[in-house]
């Protein structure tokens, strides 16, 4: 049987051929029979389907190179929060050592103390009691300190008041705002322990609060503070506009709980580092496939 030059058939007709013909020629050989092709191309043979997915591949353009800046930009914000969650470590780790240092005198460092909140400063005098008022509700802080459960002070009452005394220091003229500790709200109209003798107290420097988001404003007038303005408090109680948390290692019975102080800060860093980084890598792998792998072979 002779067939004419075959050059381009399509797979129905390459199974024709299998099944029925052996053909062969100079410039090609087809043993069909045997289930094997061997063809030997000329210069005038077509192109195959792999050299025109080749030739049909382009660089990158302008548009690939835009959308690279996502995967780079996803890669240096996962960086960033990789820097700040070593700043929040070093900061937290400051703080501790500043609350567990050697109590510093007040008055010697007064002109000092902007530089100085959470430093833990000692001061001499006597607790005026006629001038208390309450800052709150505020949650119970507790510092390793052993709560017995049926006492007024029990784990399970975390809601409450912060107690603040002005202390009137030793031969100084000088009137400070101390955060004596926290009570339970259903202790807030009970009598609270008075210390009416000179004591040296030690305390926690802080600043001032700014309003939390959705708090009520303080009213002075009704005595109602619901966070920490040192200015205004010191105006109503006439001291100085100085403020420190008590840090006492013997609390009264009747209260209050002393060390209020928060010193754990808010260090979410490594989350965010971890979904900037997974953005990047998957950003950058889709990038790559879309771009990357339709590149033409050199």
Same mark, same amino acid.
């Given at each position: 049987?002779?067939?004419p030059?075959?050059?381009?058939?399509s797979n129905?007709?390459?199974?024709?051929?299998?099944?029925?013909?052996?053909?062969?020629?100079?410039?090609?050989?087809?043993l069909?029979?045997?289930?094997?092709?061997?063809?030997?191309?000329?210069?005038?043979?077509?192109?195959?389907?792999y050299e025109?997915?080749?030739?049909a591949?382009?660089p990158?353009?302008l548009?690939?190179?835009?959308?690279?800046v996502?995967?780079?930009?996803?890669?240096?914000l996962?960086?960033?929060?990789l820097?700040?969650?070593? %700043?929040?470590?070093?900061?937290?780790?400051d703080?501790?050592?500043?609350?567990?240092?050697?109590?510093i005198?007040?008055?010697?460092?007064?002109d000092?103390?902007?530089?100085?909140?959470?430093?833990?400063?000692?001061?001499k005098?006597?607790f005026?009691?006629?001038?208390?008022?309450?800052?709150?509700?505020?949650?119970?802080?507790y510092?390793?300190?052993?709560?017995?459960?049926?006492?007024?002070?029990?784990?399970r009452?975390?809601?409450?008041w912060?107690?603040?005394?002005?202390?009137?220091?030793?031969?100084?003229?000088?009137t400070?705002?101390?955060?004596?500790? %926290?009570?339970?709200?259903?202790?807030k109209?009970?009598?609270?322990?008075?210390?009416?003798?000179t004591?040296?107290i030690?305390?926690?420097?802080?600043?001032?609060?700014?309003?939390?988001?959705?708090?009520?404003s303080?009213?002075p007038?009704?005595?109602? %503070?619901?966070?920490?303005d040192?200015?205004a408090?010191?105006?109503?109680?006439?001291?100085?506009?100085?403020?420190?948390?008590l840090w006492?290692?013997?609390?009264p019975p009747?209260?209050p709980l002393?060390?209020?102080?928060?010193?754990?800060?808010?260090?979410?860093?490594?989350?965010?580092?971890?979904?900037?980084?997974?953005?990047?890598?998957?950003?950058a792998?889709? %990038?790559?496939?879309?771009?990357?792998k339709?590149?033409?072979?050199?």
């Open positions: 049987m002779n067939l030059i075959i050059r381009n058939f129905l007709a390459h199974k024709i051929l299998i099944n029925h013909c052996q053909y062969k020629e100079k410039s090609r050989l087809l069909c029979n045997n289930i094997k092709v061997h063809l030997i191309r000329s210069k005038s043979t077509n192109p195959t389907l025109i997915k080749q030739k591949k382009k990158i353009n548009y690939g190179y835009f959308l690279l996502v995967p780079v930009t996803t890669f240096l996962g960086t960033w929060q820097q700040r969650r070593q %700043w929040k470590l070093k900061l937290i780790e703080l501790q050592t500043r609350i567990n240092a050697a109590p005198d007040l008055v010697e460092n007064i000092q103390l902007d530089s100085l909140e959470y430093s833990t400063v000692k001061a005098g006597k005026l009691h006629e001038k208390e008022f309450l800052i709150g509700p505020r949650s119970v802080i510092h390793n300190v052993g709560i017995d459960a049926g006492n007024l002070f029990a784990r009452n975390t809601n409450g912060n107690v603040i005394t002005p202390f009137k220091v030793e031969n100084e003229d000088l400070i705002l101390v955060n004596r500790g %926290w009570i339970p709200d259903r202790a109209n009970l009598p609270l322990s008075k210390i009416e003798d004591i040296e030690n305390g926690i420097v802080r600043k001032e609060e700014s309003r939390p988001p959705f708090n009520p303080n009213k007038r009704y005595g109602l %503070w619901y966070y920490r040192i200015k408090m010191a105006k109503m109680a006439d001291t100085s506009p100085i403020f420190i948390d006492s290692k013997n609390d009747e209260g002393s060390c209020q102080t928060k010193i754990t800060l808010r260090n979410e860093h490594f989350s965010y580092m971890i979904t900037w980084y997974t953005l990047s890598l998957c950003t792998t889709i %990038w790559y496939k879309i771009f990357i339709k590149l033409p072979l050199p």
